[in-house]
């Protein structure tokens, strides 16, 4: 799997739109971009994933560049419980789940 | 209805002994996976069962012993445990191939002290 590059944190105020950047230069043509997220003490959680094309869900958008070699998860009204670790990944889909989880975002919502 | 569920929540035990996590699925996956976080929350894939057959075992200790009595469980035994063994247990599970992604759904996590 291609591995990715995620800033270690961000801060976001409460009600406006979070951000978060994820470099996959090394993509390949099958894979998946997949996000989840982890809060404190809790298993992590899916997101949204997508191959080629942006995609929307009740909980976030993504938005994957024409080269593919890089994505954007937006959380477009940040609330408190938002706080939480992104982890943002590449996978085929064919791929067993031998993914990595890297470093992943800490992102932290401020009232 | 919990769609991946693992028990118990919590383990505290000592050195040396025999310990069992217990995963299972309701969500008609056929595979399911065991993960493990250490105290740096760095989330490595250990296991990979897809219906009932061992397709990942990433260099994990042989003291680790995953158990598939059917598709919809995957338990873990882990012998003579030590120290560097206390970690929070993910089990998760997946379909292997689907025409959308697989997505996999993690469980709640089973945080395991060895003392």
């Known amino acids: 799997d291609a591995k990715t590059t995620q800033p270690p944190s961000m801060d976001c105020a409460e009600g406006r739109a979070a951000n978060l950047p994820c470099n996959h230069s090394?993509?390949?043509?099958?894979?998946?971009v997949y996000w989840y997220r982890q809060i404190h003490s809790q298993g992590p959680q899916y997101i949204i994933h997508g191959l080629k094309n942006n995609e929307t869900n009740e909980m976030a958008s993504l938005i994957i560049t024409e080269d593919r070699k890089s994505s954007t998860l937006i959380l477009p009204h940040a609330t408190l419980r938002d706080t939480a670790v992104y982890y943002c990944?590449?996978?085929?889909?064919?791929?067993?789940?031998?993914?990595?989880f890297g470093d992943g975002t800490t992102l932290t919502v401020k009232p | 209805d919990t769609a991946v569920s693992q028990t118990p929540k919590y383990l505290v035990t000592q050195m040396g002994n025999d310990k069992s996590i217990k995963c299972e699925q309701n969500?008609?996956?056929?595979?399911m996976y065991w993960y493990k976080q250490d105290s740096k929350k760095f989330l490595k894939i250990m296991f990979s069962?897809?219906?009932?057959?061992?397709?990942i075992n990433e260099t994990v200790p042989n003291r680790f012993s995953p158990k598939s009595p059917d598709k919809a469980h995957l338990n873990l035994h882990i012998n003579s445990l030590e120290l560097g063994d206390s970690a929070v247990y993910f089990c998760a599970s997946s379909h292997l191939v689907h025409p959308s992604g697989n997505t996999i759904y993690f469980g709640e996590g089973s945080w395991l002290t060895v003392v």
């Open positions: 069962y897809n219906n009932k057959e061992l397709i």
């Open positions: 090394t993509i390949s043509g099958n894979e998946y």
């Open positions: 969500l008609g996956h056929d595979t």
């Open positions: 990944i590449v996978r085929e889909n064919t791929n067993a789940g031998k993914s990595t």
